[in-house]
């Protein structure tokens, strides 16, 4: 790579510290001490990748091999890119500027599925061919994981291997096996076959996939010995033992989520029936104060950061977190590291944590109640009610807070005009909450933001097999809650409905698929997860070029014997409860949280003895 030339083009850009790397605690090794090079890719821009916790613990976990050096590269920004294809540079490794095609494996993580056109246009900036079966010997192996790897089906062309469940093990065990092929001579299918026989490993070419004449599937069976009729996810056991960095990369430039992130453990019993995450993740697992303890100290010497976050899905969930959070604050206040619980839940929100939280400095409360009328949320299965939220907001409000952010959902399965009507009045409710505080004890200048996101269909969740709105649908219900929230002090947002129509498409898309990603890249598509470039007659010419219709995933109801594109893939959660589930969701039934009791939900087969 040209030094001078690569500093010439990010003189020229937008944040060029984007590009630049040395950063604190970086790890450097010398390339030509090591026999395998990772390439470890985010397929969005730095400061979106650096705050992937998934990305921060495979860095390190992968550079502690003496043989392996792991490198980050990301999505250049489009004048960064534009100046790259001008001066013929191609995509490159933060670390060494190290040009993509040289390494020997190539690690997407996918965390959403607007940004497969990115994946694609990263490789094609690399030089590395975009279709699987045109790479030949000395191409690196492109690996994809992450929770939109569960349904990895629309990328089956484009990708050699994916990474299913948790990688802090499938990792080791995939890079032991690339050390044993790369000195054995062997062609690049045997060490997919190899690789197949890694648990949690699932190779797309080596299966097949058959469709009935109206477009829904017929079979998805394997075509070599090598692989499994079903490919089951990765769990780890322990999580005290798990792999967790002592020392975290500290970029020159904010990112996203510019903090510690404290793991405090995995998975979800809440059961919430929209929530891939909620099912995917099972089972919950977590990790003891003192470990927890140990970490914090670890990284707040190694970064000198001053906030910690309580990350999970459901933080507040966590058994132990009132002495947790006591013991942190006890140890951290006189060094001003403040506290956030990033995921709040309404009914185990209790108002002696933010009274802790807040004695170094207030960080943001937010609440999800996801629907508006107690109706709808026990259809999703949301267990929270409205005297939860009013009881929250008003302890945080009585402790010095005056704004707090609200998400919902907008397109839920049964959703009313009635449930619309549920999301503005309490937003009303939450301000009247303010008002009855002690003028004494409320701060002035209250602020209520409301959010809602379009809800979108999701494999392995009871909602798997539900419509989405149309677009019209779903604009219309926004038009009506910019009007009912055109209130004092109440702030409305809302997500484009034209981004979440796509992403419904291709959560539950087939192979056929692959095409029209190919056609939309071409097209212009790229960075479809931000407004400003996000092009919707590029993904509609690319469906009318392949004769598909984008209705066929996002608006169809599913049967319910119906063949998934992903029902190869094993998560532990069985077909049966999902679909069990979806009948109590029509019923307006709840499922307790599975902490109190066991709801059945097939797991343990995969978890034994873990729940």
Partial sequence: MDRLLLDSIMGQVSKPVRYMGNEYNMVEKNPEDVSIRFAFAFPDVYEV?????????????????????????????????????????????????????????????LQYEMSYTNLLNMLDLAGIPLLAEDRKEGHPFVIVGGPCAYNPEPLADFVDLVALGEGEEIIVELLDQYAEWKGSGESRREFLERAAQIPGIYVPGFYDVSYLEDGRIRSVKPNNPAAEERV??????????????????????????????????????????????????????????????????????????????????????????????????????????????????????????????????????????????????????????????????????????????????????????????????????VAQCYYNVDPEKRHKGLKITISTSSFVPKPFTPFQWEAQNTMEELKEKQS?????????????????????????????????????LLSAWKNGAKFDGWTEHFKMNAWMKAFEENNLQPGFYAHRKREKDEIFPWDHIDVGVSKAYLWKEWERALEGKTTPDCRLDCTGCGIRRLGEGLC
């Fill in 232 to 429: 089951a996810k990765r769990i780890i056991r322990n999580m005290d033992e798990a792999y967790f960095p002592d020392r975290l990369i500290l970029p020159f430039m904010d990112i996203v989520h510019d903090r510690i992130m404290l793991e405090l453990f995995r998975g979800c019993t809440r059961g919430c029936r929209f929530c891939q995450a909620g099912m995917i993740y099972r089972p919950i697992r977590e990790r003891t104060p003192e470990k927890l303890l140990e970490m914090a100290d670890k990284l707040i010497r190694s970064t000198g950061y001053e906030e910690l976050s309580l990350a999970s899905l459901s933080s507040s969930d966590y058994s132990c977190l009132e002495g947790l959070v006591r013991q942190l604050m006890e140890r951290y206040q006189d060094k001003r590291v403040a506290l956030s619980l990033p995921s709040l839940r309404l009914d185990s929100f209790e108002k002696d944590y933010i009274q802790e939280m807040q004695k170094v400095r207030k960080t943001g409360l937010t609440f999800a109640p996801e629907a508006g009328t107690q109706r709808l949320r026990d259809v999703i299965n949301k267990g929270v009610t409205e005297e939860d939220l009013f009881k929250a907001v008003t302890d945080a409000f009585e402790s010095g807070w005056n704004g707090v952010k609200l998400y919902f959902m907008i397109g839920l399965p049964t959703e009313t005009q009635e449930d619309l009507q549920g999301i503005a009045d309490l937003a009303k409710g």
């Fill in 49 to 109: 990748g650096m705050s992937h916790l998934g990305m921060k613990i495979l860095y390190h976990l992968i550079n502690e091999r003496e043989d392996t050096y792991c490198e980050r590269v990301f999505a250049p920004w489009t004048d960064m890119e534009e100046k790259m294809r001008q001066a013929g540079v191609p995509l490159f490794s933060l670390e060494t500027k190290t040009p993509v095609s040289q390494f020997d494996l190539v690690g997407f993580t």
């Fill in 480 to 516: 009506f809650l910019k009007k009912a929230l055109n209130l004092k002090n109440i702030y409305y947002n809302w997500h484009d409905p034209g981004t979440s129509y796509m992403e419904a498409v291709f959560a539950r898309g087939d192979r056929r698929l692959g095409k029209v």
